[in-house]
């Protein structure tokens, strides 16, 4: 198997951005592509230069702007959409084309009234348009994940023979299952003839909730790109999350796979998207919500104190999160209420801790929350005299 860096192909700025309501001008854009760059991601792709002279301009000046990643603009297997998606990386250091077109027999019947073969035949001759532009095509087969294995396997050897350097398999529509993900990925290694002339690429949509555990199944069965956006934006339901991917790789180290990601930029970048595109980020979200390192239940918040590992798989400032939190709901127990009154400087003996904690269950029953305003209230209506404050 050829070598175990993954990499990090970030389509937050066309797939991400096609989200209602996510639209981005070419300055936010440029300034998301600098911060993409700088978090380590290996190929920025930076929009759909055919889609509009707006996107246009922002792949330009992206392309002028960016110096060590890899810079790709995405057409249809259509001779203008490619010719426009060159122009627009004139400038790039290094520029990719990320052509394709759909393989399933629906797209095949229904998008194109066309016959396998006639597939084919335009894959080939839209890569060929590409490879005359730059160096680096990769080739998407659009809803590969429906697309049967034999025939998929017969259009990524042909792409690959007309100079594809990469070729993405898209579960374009989230459908597929992990074994039957990683299943699609094994045969092809095994069965494309000239396979080791390309890199496999895995980007998959979420609208199962799959999509992480989808490129995962890729990379073990010997994908070495992953598609992925910042906080899981995309499509519909979202593609695989750059973050989960990136920590899933970080956190099952045994398994050799590695990417160049700064992780401790996770949570910065996660907020800086968020913000640019005026997305909230669901607050369950792994890795990057604002519950990701929260602990609230009683038996959680004792383990918690006792040693965090107990209840931390990563340690939140490995991705650049604000630090671990006990929060105190009517859910919470005596050692996380004595912990949240030492921190804000009352140190009480556990009988004390049993009188106020009753006191602390009447107020948490009534609210969402137990803030600190109520825990000074409690304690200096307990025994202000103890009050280190
Ligand atoms: O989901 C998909 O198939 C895509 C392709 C354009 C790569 O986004
Ligand atoms: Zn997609």
Redo the contacts with the bound molecule.
Sequence with gaps: MAENRIHIFD?TL??GE?VPGCKLNTTEKLELALQLEALGVDIIEAGFPISSPGDFEAVAQISQQIKNATVCG?SRAVQKDIEVAGAALKHAQRPRI?T?I?TSDLHIKSKFNATRDEIISRAVQAVKWARNLVGDVEF?????GRTDNEYLARVVEAVIAAGATVV?I????GYCLPQQYGDKIAYLINNVPNIDKAILSC?C?NDLGLATANSIAGVINGARQI?CTINGL??RAG?TSLEEVVMVMKQHKYMGYYTNVKSEMLNPISRLVSDTMRMPVQPNKAIVGANAFSHSSGIHQDGFLKDSLTYEIINPEEVGAEGSKIVLTARSGRSALAHRFEKIGYQFNRNDIDVLYSRFLEVADTKKEVVEADLHQMAQAYKPAMATN
Excluded at 140 to 144: G, H, I, K, T, V
Excluded at 170 to 173: A, I
């Design positions: 389509t066309r797939d096609q995405l990320h394709g759909g998407y087969a659009e809803d590969a993405n898209p579960d374009t529509t980007h949509h598609e995309g499509e593609n």
